[in-house]
């Protein structure tokens, strides 16, 4: 076993100035209570820690933009009456300010500063608490081609992403529609099979708010929507399709009430390239959104964002309300809660499949939480067996800027299960798997091994996570399937439990740096260098300027903005953990 380890500095006035953090140890065998800043951390499920749902204010920063639903669209033909009105687009992100005053969007070099062009501003992004969003519409003004997107409030401007304006067209569904329609915005296809079929690359097609859900079969399946080859379109790079809610409405598709009678287990099933699916309310009895052939073949270049789920009410063989089964996948902003099966082979987000081509996939900014599976991870990677072919190999997956909650029904947080690397002479290694600026609390067990976060083949970095009031274990390494582990900048607090880190006999090539452990009284044995002792957050994550977190650690270029969205010191040393105090700051 290779293990490094670097030792950082500390200020020992920082860690004795503890006044203005209360904090007492209380220890027996089975119980630990650490007080943060007043707000308990549990020593068992009847003790939550209650973690505030508001956005930290950020005064005199620019506002932050995450992504957005449309990264493609027309700039024209929203209906009869507004022919000069693009696509609706959908941005995310915080610090919008609460209206929207002289703040305006930017796209392709255009400014849109009227009131007209808003469907809305600082909106809730269904109950993922942590993300604001902002929904307009593009203007004919806006020059076609690929250009970018950035924000301006109160004067000061996010970074820029990219944004392309294409041709395409802009169509309407809606089941409660008179008569079966055109898909034009005035005359509405009634049929979602007739509007779905007739989807081209470049279209956008937008789901109308209705009485009752979309719960019927539309196509074959088992799904509402069951869209492979022969029924559907693929998008492409620069023209994908895209199913997004109206603006300003939220469409709803469900698969339970009529689950039985029409024998549905799911809302989507999607095995087409380079499609959108963005601002549903998703309703299914085992997988909402089911994403890439099993094989890998089909379904590249997918996106789910912003929608809100609800699946695994059932256990069939195995999944999670969103699950992804291809390459370049990203799944972002979502919430995955309410699965009940109590199934440890069910998760809130699943990565499986053959992710060998090219990029591996994307889960940021999901909320997990209220889920009862068991000890099962509620983010998993699981290419296990042969679902990554022989002679092909898993490439880099990136979860970050995830919160995962575990309090109400105790579960595993984040696990790296199988990369599908076996320890054979010539088998292609796979590529890293990141982990970071995740929020993760109540996971594990008390009465078991398992871990708040785990990896168990192949490779992961894991960094600038904070683990609140684990049981069980807070980190497992698996053995003799696992390349290499480096785990720097993170927080693991346990509330009871066995150890920090638990590895299994075989593990090789570890990197342990700048941790911050607490509610143990030992060090981990395997991480000697890194700081023992009681944390300072708050209740948003964030460390007091005193607290034993803050400074401490070497910043790693991956992870430039915190969990909230504050920007990282580039130059100088960083705070442990996913959330960087306000202070510590510093602008590039």
Known sequence: MRVKS?????????????????????????????????????????V??????????????????????????????????DPQKGAAVTIWGNGFGTERGDSFVTVNGVKLDRDSDYAEWNGDSFDVFFLKRITFWLRSECPVGVGSLSLTVGGKTSSEFPFSVIEGNLLFVDQDASSPGNGTHDAPWSSPNEAVKSLRPGDVLYFRQTEQAYGDKFFTGKQNFYLTRGNSTDGTENAPIALASYPGEIATIDSVGNGVSQSMIGNFMLARDYW???KFRL?????????????????????????????????????????????????????SHGGISNNKLDHALYISGDASRNKGVELGWNYCYDNQYAIGPMIVVNHQGNRIPKGKSCKGHAIHDNFVDCQEFAGRGIGIYSMSWENAPGEPEPETAKVYNNIVIGAGFMDSSSSAIY?????????HNTLIACRGHGLTIGGEDVLSVSFQNNIVHMASGGKYIYLVSGSEDLLFSNNLYAGLDRHPDLDTSSTLGPTSLDDQMIPSTTGNETASAIPIADARLDFWGARRPSNRNSDIGACQHFRNTQAD
């Open 6 to 46: 670097f030792r950082y500095w500390i200020n020992m006035k920082t860690l004795l100035r503890t006044n203005s953090i209360l904090f007492f140890f209380v220890c027996t065998s089975a119980l630990f209570l650490s007080v943060f800043r007043g707000t308990v951390a549990p020593a068992d499920q009847s």
């Open 48 to 81: 939550p820690f209650e973690y505030r749902k508001v956005i930290p204010e950020r005064p005199g920063q620019p506002p932050n933009l995450y992504f957005s639903d449309l990264t493609h669209a027309p700039s024209i033909g929203w209906s009869a009456t």
């Open 276 to 278: 959108t699916i963005s």
């Open 283 to 335: 309703r299914a009895t085992q997988t909402c959104l089911f994403l890439g052939a099993a094989n890998g073949e089909r379904g590249y270049g997918i996106r789910a964002v912003g929608n809100d789920c609800v699946g695994c009410q059932t256990f069939g063989t195995g999944t999670a309300p969103i699950a992804t089964f291809a390459s370049n996948i990203q799944v972002l902003g979502n919430s």
């Open 455 to 463: 990896c168990l083949n192949g490779k992961a970095a894991f960094y």
